[in-house]
Every structure is written in structure tokens, then in C-alpha cells.
């Protein structure tokens, strides 16, 4: 008898998930141990342990989503960094690509490198871009540079020369030369992290591989000790960005591909659960207690971006506007995010115009009605005001609360300044926040070329079952899934996800008249690195899947879309789905006579586990709701209505709401015009049926 287990790191809680024989399912939800956070996993799993009757021997493997890495980013307390880069080209890094998040506000200011400029070093040396070496290496002034950063008390060092992508010898020379002078430093050079190119990209993803990559390594040595010392010797998995799972050393060594690894997990689990339940077209929404988040399932596949922004406020993808945070250039699922949460403070603006987050109370001192200390209205205190909560307590009992301090900060905050009543002060921030992750579901969806209309709504994360049937009915979709805990479901889309390997390189080529063997060979090459790598971690040829795309533009433009190809699939092929991708995320195409260009060719290796990741349905604890019924609060035209609180077991037949469904890790509520009931998986299924009357 063995089970898996899996623990994901919010700003708020830290969830942990295990599946055990029959699809037996245990949860718990424990508060984030900000500066410690291995401290909370290993706690919280003996507690699990305990609850669920196994013991940590029978653990078979341990999978982890951290924001580890994404803290060091945004709170600049990564390693102290050095770069050696191409003589003349230092300021790469500071420069960037002259791309603003607000065009017009001449006070915007770039956000300060995470390399200072004395650590940033040139040596003499030049690749141009066929690979041809037009300047050898300065091996003296390579020596120098390196003596001089490691004077200044560098911890890692990134190396990012022009066009190595296409001639990696000078990198792989001045790697050795490191080695040779400072044994054991943390180095990182851009043909092991990108090999591809664009200068700026390439040099920032290479510098935070450096950054973080320090940080995250003692993170995951100390957990590592911690989980050996608690008796748990399976080996340990992190969550990529992209949605696949690589082993803790690997993502030690390549830190960049674990930065986004927590809003990854859900989508990877809603994914899971679509191909489970048949819903082909998807939107996820995560909210948390600090964030939301939404990502797009369609055709059964997750949509991924090329590269993303850490710190840049809303997290954009590959959109229009960038350029705030810093820049990543690695596959990762297509998210769009906001500051908003069930800590998400509620405050008046100097117009005296009410605000909701991105400002957050976090896990301390938390909402109001948790009694820590923390004055400000939250999200949670507008739901419990509104009755949408337990008004006693929450995580099935464990964390008690005091509504009416809930009322009254309220009251005093916002209400009172604003010269309405309680519930209705609480209902417009209700609607505030709603407002702005509707944001994020626009971001994926409608400014992506999707019609929202066309998908269902998957709804996790600890609020996310409390918000989904008002914000679907405001997109004008029909039909909400909430899956079995979904409080945790970042966490259970852990125990969903596959080991993968991404691969990538730049292959600039005409896709007209190119000969397709060249492409064929070109891919095949990626392929068999694939499969080694996946070999060396001990999957056999019969569990390793391949998928192949490509990233493709009209020649002349600076931004690339990506399409999949299989093999045997020639150029023609491809041009023509690149143009009809094109024409659906941009609404047209070039002409037949426009050159079409391929950029990069990417894989991924995919090990293919030996039995299936989640069991026919899961069976979640159970909890009983601690009242029958509660008045909960809809809007001026509805308001008060005595709503049904239950448990999601006492779904046998289709309910209207108004209800309220009370579970251990979240509530779900169903509000009147919609109807709710349970589906084979045991999703709670959530049909819209328009604007309520009252």
C-alpha cells in the first residue's frame, strides 16, 4: 500500500494533498511559515499523517510547488550576482527592450537590475550570428574579470555572450576557467539555460538563473533534510512553470523553470480533470488568500506562453504591454494575475472611491475576524458580513472568527465614510473584486482571441468556489465545475502532473522551400536529447512521450506565435497552421505571397507514468455543516434571502439556489438563478442561468 503526496506554498496557507489505494483522498490546509516554509510542509504532513492513518514509509514519492523562487525575485534577496558578458555589451541588462507597461506616464521608471552595474563586466570576444568566430576569446581578460567579480564577494555568476546560441565555445571556455579558479560557485551560462536568441532575454533569464539559484538550492536542501528527518525517503519533485514535474537537483541546477511553479499545479489539475470529465475548452480560476489567477485549457491542451514578466503587477504573458517585471524567456503556462484575494485589504482612495487589494493582510495577521491585530477590511470580512461564510469558523472548525468584528470594521471603513449600510458597502467590494479577476479571465480569453462564452469555468483555490457563478454569469458563460477539494486543488494538480523536459533552440529558416528532412533532422536531434535526459531519470523508451512545436513569424516581425507539429509533418504543413493561428489570436493573416519564418523548434519529453495519475473519482473528508441555514446577503434587488447551508454529499439531486456548500478546505456558493448538483467525478456543476429576478 503506498501513497503520494504533494504540498503547495501560497502567500497565505500552505496546502498538502495525499492519495492513497481506492482513490482515497486526505487534505490539510495550515498557515504559511513565512521565512521558513519548509517548516509548515513538514508539520502540517505529520499532521496529515496522523489524521489519515498511514505512516511516512509508505510514501512513495513527495511533489512540491514553492514560491521561493518568485520571492527572491520580488523582494530582491536573490545571490549576490556577477555577469560576464560580450565586451561593449553590459547595459544589455539595463537597457532592456525599451517595452513600458503604461505608455504614457513619463514618472514610470524601469525596476532597478538584479545586476549592479560594477558587477557587470565585458571581456573581448565575438560570435556573429552564423556561429563563425570573428573575435577568439580574451583568455587573460576573461581571467581578470572573473578575479575582479569574485573579489567583489559574488555568490553565482551568469554568462551570457552575444550569439553563443549559435557558437556556444566561448561560453563553455570561460565556464571551465571559473571552475578552475573558484571550485564550486554557482555558474550559469546562457547556452545551458537558453540557447536562443534575443539578447536581452537571453541575459536576463541567465542572470535570475544565477540570482535565485542559491536561494533555492539551500531551500531545498534544508527540506530535503526535513522530510529525511520526519522519515519520508522518496524522492522529491518540484512543479515547473510549464506544468510538468523535474526532480529537486535538476531544478536546483535551473532554478528559472520553477519560478511560477504554484499557479502552474492548478491548471495542470483543472487539465486533468477536463480530460476526465470531457469539457474540452476550460478556464481555470485560482483564488487564493493573495492572489487570482486564470489560465486556458483548450482542446483538452494548456496553453503556454513563450515567456512571462516576474513583478510586473498583472502577470501579462507574452501580451501587448510589458516590460515591468523582470524578464523570463522559458516555457510556462499562459496565466494572467491579480493582487486579489480573501486577504485583499478593502480601502478608499484619496477620491474616497472604494478599492480592493492588490494590498494584502496575508496569513498575519490576516483578515479582521481572525482577531491578529490587523484593523483593515478584507475580502473575507465583506463574505462574512454578506453570510456567504461560517460565521464562527473556518477550515472545518480550526480557525475561529468573530463576524462581528468583521461588521465592524466595515462599518467603520467603508461603510460609514461612504454613508451606506454594512451589507451594502460589503456587497460593492464583493462586486470590486469580482471586477478585477474578471480582468485576469479577459486577459487569457477574449484578448487572446477566445470567447469566454465558449468555455467552462473550473473553480479552486480557497475563494475561488465563492466568486465563479457571479463572475460566470457576468462573462456570460453557462456552467461552473468545482472540483473535489478544491481548496487545496493546486495541491491535488500535483499528484495530476507528469515529469517533463523542455527543450528548446533557435532555428531561424524560410518555411518555404525549405526541405523537409532538414526539419525533420533538426527536431529529431532535440528528440534524442529528450529521451536521454528522461532515460538518465529512469523512465524506459515505452514510457516517454514526445511533443514537438514551433515558433514561427511573418519575416520581418519581431514576435513569434507557437504551433505543434508531429513528426513527419513538413514545413508546408506547418506555415499553414501558424496562419490560421495568426488569424484567430490576431483576426487575420498574410497573404499567400508574405514569408513565413521559423524562429525556434522546441520539445518536450514527457515520462509517462506506470498506472494513472488520479484515481475514476476521488473521495474527500467529509465535513457536516455546523447550521442548516443562514441569511445571506445578494444585492439591493435580491437582499436578504434565509439560504440553505449544506454539505457537498447532500448533492444527490439537482438544487437551485440559492445554497451554500460548506466544505473543509472552501465554500462554494450557488446563487439564485443557478443550479447546482454533483457529477459522476464528484465536481459540484454549477449551471447559469442568467440574471436572477428578484
Same mark, same amino acid.
Given at each position: 500500500?503506498? @501513497? ?40 502540517? &504532513? ?61 514618472? @514610470? ?38 578575479? *575582479? ?39 550559469? &551560462? ?26 533555492? =538550492? ?70 487564493? =488568500? ?16 513563450? *515567456?512571462?514578466?516576474?513583478?510586473? =503587477? ?10 515591468? /517585471? ?21 480601502? &478608499? ?71 451606506? /449600510? ?84 533557435? @532555428? ?61 509533418? /513538413? ?68 437582499? @436578504? ?54
Amino acid at each position: 500500500m503506498s @501513497w503520494r503526496v504533494s504540498a503547495d506554498i501560497g502567500g497565505t496557507f500552505t496546502d498538502l494533498v495525499a492519495i492513497g489505494p481506492g482513490g482515497a483522498l486526505r487534505t490539510k490546509k495550515v498557515s504559511s511559515s513565512v521565512g521558513d516554509y519548509g517548516r509548515a510542509i513538514v508539520e502540517g &504532513l505529520d499532521e496529515l499523517f496522523a489524521e489519515a492513518g498511514f505512516v511516512a514509509a509508505e510514501v512513495e514519492e513527495v511533489l512540491h510547488a514553492t514560491t521561493v523562487a518568485s520571492n527572491a525575485i520580488l523582494e530582491h534577496k536573490g545571490a549576490r550576482t556577477g555577469l560576464i558578458t560580450t565586451a561593449g555589451f553590459r547595459d544589455v541588462l539595463e537597457i532592456r527592450t525599451l517595452r513600458m507597461p503604461r505608455l504614457y506616464d513619463l514618472g @514610470w521608471e524601469k525596476p532597478a537590475p538584479l545586476v549592479p552595474r560594477h558587477l557587470r563586466l565585458g571581456v573581448a570576444e565575438r560570435v556573429n550570428v552564423r556561429g563563425e568566430v570573428e573575435t577568439p576569446l580574451d583568455e587573460a581578460g576573461a581571467v581578470v574579470a572573473v578575479d *575582479e567579480l569574485l573579489a567583489e564577494g559574488v555568490e553565482a555568476i551568469a554568462v551570457c555572450f552575444l550569439h553563443s546560441y549559435a557558437n556556444p565555445a566561448h561560453e563553455r571556455r570561460l565556464g571551465e576557467i571559473i571552475a578552475a579558479r573558484a571550485p564550486g560557485l554557482p555558474v550559469s &551560462l546562457s547556452v545551458d539555460v537558453l540557447p536562443e536568441m534575443k539578447e536581452y532575454e537571453r541575459t536576463s533569464t541567465t542572470v535570475i538563473n544565477s540570482y535565485i539559484g542559491p536561494v533555492l =538550492g539551500r531551500y531545498l536542501a534544508s527540506l530535503a533534510r526535513d522530510l529525511a528527518g520526519a522519515g519520508l525517503a522518496a524522492p522529491l519533485l518540484l512543479m515547473q512553470s510549464s506544468g510538468g514535474l523535474m526532480p529537486a537537483a535538476e531544478a536546483a541546477r535551473l532554478p528559472v523553470h520553477v519560478v511560477e511553479s504554484g499557479p502552474a499545479a492548478g491548471v495542470v489539475g483543472a487539465q486533468a480533470l477536463a480530460k476526465r470529465i470531457g469539457v474540452p475548452d476550460a478556464i481555470s480560476f485560482d483564488m487564493g =488568500g493573495t492572489t487570482a489567477k486564470a489560465g486556458v485549457i483548450e482542446g483538452y491542451e494548456v496553453t503556454r506562453a513563450g *515567456e512571462y514578466s516576474v513583478g510586473g =503587477g498583472i502577470m501579462v504573458g507574452s501580451r501587448l504591454l510589458s516590460g515591468a /517585471g523582470y524578464q523570463l524567456k522559458v516555457p510556462a503556462i499562459d496565466l494572467a494575475e491579480v493582487g486579489a484575494g480573501g486577504g485583499s485589504l478593502i480601502w &478608499l482612495d484619496a477620491a474616497g472611491a472604494p478599492q480592493v487589494g492588490p494590498e494584502s493582510a496575508g496569513a498575519m495577521p490576516g483578515p479582521v475576524c481572525y482577531g491578529r491585530g490587523n484593523a483593515q477590511p478584507t475580502v473575507t470580512d465583506a463574505n462574512v458580513v454578506l453570510g456567504y461564510l461560517n460565521p464562527h469558523a473556518l477550515v472545518g472548525g480550526a480557525l475561529p472568527i468573530d463576524a462581528s468584528a468583521s461588521r465592524a470594521a466595515i462599518i467603520a471603513k467603508i461603510a460609514g465614510p461612504l454613508g451606506l /449600510g454594512a451589507e451594502d458597502a460589503a456587497h460593492g467590494a464583493h462586486l470590486i473584486a469580482a471586477s478585477n479577476m474578471i480582468r485576469a479571465i479577459k486577459a487569457v480569453s477574449s484578448e487572446r482571441g477566445r470567447d469566454p462564452r465558449g468555455f467552462a469555468l473550473v473553480a479552486f483555490g480557497g475563494n475561488g468556489p465563492l466568486f465563479a457563478a457571479g463572475m460566470a454569469r457576468a462573462l456570460g458563460m453557462t456552467r461552473v465545475v468545482v472540483p473535489p477539494s478544491a481548496g487545496v486543488f493546486s495541491a491535488l494538480g500535483l499528484l495530476a502532473s507528469d515529469v517533463e523536459v523542455h527543450l528548446s533552440r533557435s @532555428w531561424r529558416r524560410l518555411a518555404r522551400g525549405l526541405d523537409p528532412a532538414a526539419l525533420e533532422a533538426a527536431a529529431a536531434a532535440l528528440e534524442a536529447e529528450a529521451r536521454a535526459r528522461l532515460a538518465a531519470q529512469g523512465f524506459p523508451p515505452a514510457r516517454i512521450g514526445i511533443r514537438r512545436a514551433a515558433t514561427l513569424r511573418y519575416q520581418g516581425q519581431s514576435f513569434e506565435l507557437q504551433v505543434g507539429f508531429a513528426a513527419g509533418e /513538413g514545413p508546408g504543413v506547418v506555415e499553414e497552421r501558424y496562419g490560421a493561428e495568426h488569424e484567430r489570436t490576431y483576426g487575420h493573416r498574410a497573404g499567400a505571397e508574405e514569408p513565413v519564418e521559423f524562429v525556434t523548434l522546441q520539445v518536450i519529453g514527457i515520462g509517462l507514468p506506470d498506472r494513472p495519475r488520479l484515481p475514476d473519482r476521488l473521495s474527500p473528508h467529509a465535513i457536516a455543516p455546523t447550521q442548516p441555514s443562514r441569511p445571506a446577503f445578494f444585492g439591493r434587488a435580491l437582499g @436578504w434571502r434565509e439560504t440553505a447551508v449544506i454539505a457537498r454529499g447532500a448533492l444527490v439531486a439537482p438544487r437551485p439556489g440559492p445554497v451554500i456548500i460548506e466544505e473543509y478546505d472552501c465554500t462554494c456558493l450557488v446563487p439564485p438563478g443557478a443550479t447546482a448538483s454533483l457529477d459522476g467525478f464528484g465536481n459540484i456543476v454549477i449551471d447559469i442561468e442568467g440574471e436572477p429576478s428578484a
